[in-house]
């Protein structure tokens, strides 16, 4: 099989560019108690976020199962951004709208006031050098964040979210596709919540805790409880892996183990083709004790998935 650490190098040439993200969009909250009033509603710290920078962020319903999650950007003082799944935006957007009550916040779509593009390789290293993730560079306008690198074998190839307004000229780079976006998303490990995936994860099924998604020492928001209890008190049973797949999955899909034929012990997460065309790369998260038995697509009787090494290390390791 052609593993990733069998990537040819010729092929990781072409990982090399801007994509189109049209599968994202944005949430923009404005006012004195922006940054205070999504610090209450996400996982992560925003009302210590520097202007400029960004972070990982989850919103949680009250059993601590993720709603959506977020790329969260201070642009100012009373601004903050959330780039979100599009297929979430309109919902998302209607819930947290709902808490607002007395806060001096605006919450809107403000997708069209901004292009989104991910940059791959060269193009991400231009702007934002060797940064680790989540840092962001800010210049004219436009804000780069650092996101997790796609890890193939020995080899790391930079990624980066670019956000500007919808004037500004787009950074230099070939064009990659979508696909080879996504497939580079999976290749780092981490993605955002989806609507297939809508209430499915506590954030550390997703590996979350371990990608700067989850903030243990800041104050209460909505499932916080539940999210400390899963990471202190060991009742942790599930993470996410990434697997290699000869067939295409789909987010949302069920996944098997021999051993509980019954019922599913995973779902698939992301899946994307590999662009070498030797099938399709994939994020699942499932039970630890199904992964150590082995996980099947569909069924038990299923297609075999084989388990690839997590391009980071997962905070109860480190």
């Known amino acids: 099989m052609n593993t990733p650490a069998q990537f040819s190098p010729q092929r990781q040439t072409l990982l090399n560019g801007v994509s189109p993200l049209p599968h994202l969009g944005v949430i923009q909250a404005q006012g004195e108690d922006a940054a205070n009033f999504l610090h209450n509603q996400l996982s992560n710290d925003v009302l210590l976020l520097p202007v400029g920078q960004s972070r990982l962020g989850v919103f949680c319903n009250a059993k601590g199962r993720m709603q959506a999650s977020f790329v969260v950007i201070k642009t100012a003082p009373d601004t903050v951004l959330l780039v979100v799944s599009l297929d979430l935006l309109a919902q998302t957007l209607k819930r947290l709208s709902m808490f607002v009550l007395r806060a001096k916040v605006k919450m809107t779509d403000a997708?069209?006031?901004?292009?989104?593009?991910?940059?791959?390789?060269?193009?991400?290293?231009?702007?934002?050098?060797?940064?680790?993730?989540?840092?962001?560079?800010?210049?004219?306008?436009?804000?780069?964040?650092?996101?997790?690198?796609?890890?193939?074998?020995?080899?790391?190839?930079?990624?980066a979210l670019w956000i500007a307004p919808t004037?500004?000229?787009?950074?230099?780079?070939?064009?990659?596709?979508?696909?080879?976006w996504a497939w580079t998303e999976?290749?780092?490990?981490?993605?955002?919540?989806?609507?297939?995936?809508?209430e499915a994860f506590v954030p550390q099924m997703m590996n979350y805790e371990s990608v700067g998604g989850v903030?243990?020492?800041?104050?209460?928001?909505?499932?916080?409880?539940?999210?400390?209890?899963?990471?202190?008190?060991?009742?942790?049973?599930?993470?996410?892996?990434?697997?290699?797949?000869?067939?295409?999955?789909?987010?949302?899909?069920?996944?098997?183990?021999?051993?509980?034929?019954?019922q599913p012990c995973a779902t698939v997460v992301l899946s994307a083709a590999r662009p070498d065309g030797h099938g399709f790369d994939a994020l699942v998260s499932g039970t630890?004790?199904?992964?150590?038995?082995?996980?099947r697509v569909d069924s038990a009787q299923g297609q075999a998935l084989e388990l690839l090494p997590l391009p980071y290390a997962l905070l109860e390791d480190i």
């Open 111 to 159: 997708t069209g006031q901004w292009q989104l593009r991910g940059l791959l390789g060269n193009s991400a290293k231009a702007l934002v050098g060797d940064a680790a993730p989540w840092q962001t560079v800010a210049q004219d306008g436009a804000h780069t964040v650092a996101f997790y690198p796609a890890v193939l074998g020995e080899s790391k190839i930079p990624r």
């Open 167 to 180: 004037d500004q000229a787009l950074p230099a780079g070939d064009e990659v596709s979508t696909e080879v």
């Open 186 to 198: 999976v290749m780092s490990g981490v993605t955002l919540v989806t609507q297939p995936l809508f």
């Open 215 to 262: 903030n243990f020492k800041k104050g209460c928001y909505p499932g916080q409880e539940v999210v400390a209890r899963s990471q202190f008190r060991g009742t942790l049973k599930r993470r996410t892996a990434l697997v290699h797949s000869p067939l295409a999955l789909a987010a949302g899909q069920d996944v098997f183990t021999p051993t509980d034929p019954e």
């Open 288 to 295: 630890l004790e199904s992964q150590a038995n082995g996980w």
